[in-house]
């Protein structure tokens, strides 16, 4: 009988431990739960911060302060204009012309095939090919050279002028020209010069094309040219020009620098008139 009452004491202690556990199980699924619900949040918020951390990232800045621009998908096109290209600009960008350009005088008009006769102090010299003029209002710096004794045609004008008057309705006009050149050195400093000169407008190909003609001597300094005028000569010559001299495919060429109208031209000479430029 004692052995009863203990058994049921017993069992009475176990009862009374097991309801008073369950609470305690109860509370602790409940922190379980809440613990699992708030680590799946944190992880989320985890997850969108560092997905959303590549488009914030602030951009490399030079040292100088500046925001570096470098991704090549916003670089901005090129907005090169080859028609805006300066003509004959030398490695260091050449002479910018700003001061407008220049138109001849009118033709003399006449027999296209009567001949021209600078008077008896002149030699005859014989011109080429007529070549079309060309407009440009930036140009390469001339830097002189040695002169040489030897005969060219005229293979090309360039007349210079300001970007407005070399444009559509500017005030250049296109004329066509033929002329030459005799260069007969004493030094590589000095010599003779025996130029020829004829142009017309392209539209008037019908008239005689007027002739300019004299000869001079040329004493070199740097890339100047100071002339002195001689007998020969159909009109007076100018006192100075620039000048370069040059090789092109192995064969001597000089451009002269000259008054043309009001402005000026680069007339370009070469012994072999076929010569690529």
Not at 12 to 20: F, M, P, Y
Not at 122 to 132: E, I, K, R, S, Y
Request: with cysteine; charged share 20%; hydrophobic share 35%.
């Amino acid at each position: 009988m004692v052995r009863n009452l203990i058994r049921a004491h017993a069992k009475g202690r176990l009862a009374r431990s097991t309801e008073q556990a369950r609470p305690c199980v109860r509370n602790n699924r409940r922190a379980l739960k809440l613990l699992l619900l708030t680590s799946t949040l944190a992880g989320g918020l985890l997850v969108f911060a560092c997905s959303d951390d590549e488009t914030t990232t602030p951009p490399a800045t030079s040292p100088d302060g500046s925001i570096s621009t470098s991704d090549s998908s916003t670089t901005p096109p090129s907005t090169a204009d080859s028609s805006t290209t300066p003509t004959d600009a030398g490695d260091d960008g050449g002479e910018l012309i700003t001061d407008g350009g220049g138109v001849l005088p009118e033709e003399d008009g006449g027999d296209p095939d009567a001949g021209f006769d600078a008077g008896p102090a002149c030699q005859t010299l014989t011109p080429g090919a007529f070549v079309d003029t060309a407009c440009a209002s930036r140009v390469a710096i001339l830097q002189g050279g040695d002169l040489v004794t030897a005969t060219y045609d005229l293979v090309s004008v360039t007349v210079l002028g300001s970007v407005s008057f070399c444009g559509v309705g500017g005030g250049y006009i296109p004329y066509e020209h033929r002329g030459a050149l005799r260069v007969t050195a004493t030094s590589a400093k000095n010599a003779t010069f025996e130029f020829l000169d004829q142009y017309r407008k392209k539209q008037n190909i019908v008239v005689r094309p007027t002739s300019v003609r004299y000869d001079v001597t040329a004493a070199s300094a740097a890339a100047t040219l100071t002339f002195t005028e001689l007998p020969c000569k159909s009109k007076a010559p100018p006192t100075t020009a620039t000048y370069s001299v040059s090789a092109v495919n192995g064969k001597k060429a000089i451009v002269l620098r000259l008054p043309y109208g009001t402005g000026f031209a680069l007339y370009r000479y070469h012994v072999d008139p076929s010569a690529a430029w």
